[in-house]
């Protein structure tokens, strides 16, 4: 039995290390911008070891010098809520979870934009409860150190815009030769409807599907609040 509680102790400090390590991390990336991420890191691995070479463009943007036109189009297609809710739009969530049942499986998500950053930022792209658990309790952390500003700009600099391009001003360039501050509404659209699947569409490729979806977030966009 004791080494048993030996054995909890240790769990539960090793689990509160990992923790403060998260919140530490967080607290600097608050005014630093970081150098990578985990999920950067895992396609850089991945890249190189497929294709032998590593092509890799990014370069980071400050808030001020990215288009507003990105900024109401990523959020009225990723998160709606994103400037009113604390991490999490437990509607959404409610929503998604009914819609998966009807369904017998995972066909809806309900990740916020916080979220988002926190599984980008830190985590591994495995499935499971373990992992969903460690990223809300990130996503938290990220909103009690962060303001909304500062969480936008992160995302948007490290989001994924095809196969090693990374972060708004290496997707503006690299899909429309023009730089992040310059992007139109329709482009703006357009980059914000291939986040789910970035790699699927070629620079500036239309589907009857996409030309759909850039057409709804545009629509949207004149709602869109944005910090």
Known sequence: ????????????VAGAALQIFFLARIA???TVDPQSTSFQRSEAWRIATQKGQLRWRQQW??????????????????DAKFVGHEGFDWEAIQKAMEKNERKGRVVAGASTISQQLAKNLFLSGQRSWARKAQEAVITWMLESVMGKRRILELYLNIAEWGEGVFGVEAAARHHFGVPARALNAQQAAWLAAILPSPMRYARGQSTAYLSERVAVIRARMQQARIP
């Open 61 to 78: 943007m400050p808030y001020e010098d990215i288009s507003d036109n990105l900024k109401r189009a990523v959020i009225a297609s990723e």
């Open 1 to 12: 039995m004791k080494a048993l509680l030996r054995f909890v102790a240790l769990l539960l």
């Open 28 to 30: 600097l990336a608050a």
